[in-house]
């Protein structure tokens, strides 16, 4: 069970074992496609921010499910900061598989409105870099950072 804390009220998301995806127990609404070690909002300086903490091989195709996630929460709990943790990712999709995830990711309603910092590794940064410039030349605000400090600084100030 996955839970999500804003205040005093508690959220609670459970794995659906037939279709693999996030069930938000109080609507019965499906999220997402499982493919991130936690999603939780946390705050720093009064302000909440979405924090995604990306699994060690992320999949491509739940790289969106994760954005489509993310999006609900947003819309949920009207918060458009978001924090993607991918340091102890292992691995990134290829520039090519980037190009044409960032293309889906970009249609999505509501995703310009984000203001996204994205932590990666020596690994994960080329991939980052790369999406971040994609992301930015739409329209999307979108940065990549070293460490979880910087990120948290820009995407709070």
């Known amino acids: 069970m996955l839970h999500l804390q804003r205040h005093s009220i ?3 998301f459970e ?9 938000d127990l109080l609507n019965h609404d499906f999220i997402s496609k499982m493919d991130f070690e936690e999603l939780s909002l946390k705050q720093s300086a009064g302000k909440e921010y979405i924090y995604l903490k990306a699994l060690e091989n992320p ?3 739940n790289i969106y499910a994760a954005a489509e996630a993310i999006l609900k929460i947003k819309k949920k709990h009207n918060c458009s ?6 340091l102890d990712s292992k691995s990134m999709p290829s520039v090519v598989r980037l190009f044409i ?4 990711i970009l249609q999505l309603k509501g995703i310009r409105e984000l203001k ?7 690994i994960t940064t080329p991939g980052a870099r790369f999406f971040s ?7 999307y605000n979108f ?12 995407l709070i100030f």
Do not use: P, Y
């Open 10 to 12: 508690e959220i609670s």
């Open 15 to 23: 794995i659906c074992t037939s279709c693999n995806r996030i069930v």
């Open 59 to 61: 999949k491509t195709e």
């Open 81 to 86: 900061l978001v924090l993607m943790d991918t």
């Open 101 to 104: 995830l960032g293309t889906k």
């Open 116 to 122: 996204t910092a994205v932590v990666a590794n020596q």
């Open 133 to 139: 410039d994609f992301a930015c030349n739409r329209g």
């Open 143 to 154: 940065k990549t950072f070293s460490d979880i400090k910087s990120a948290e600084n820009w």
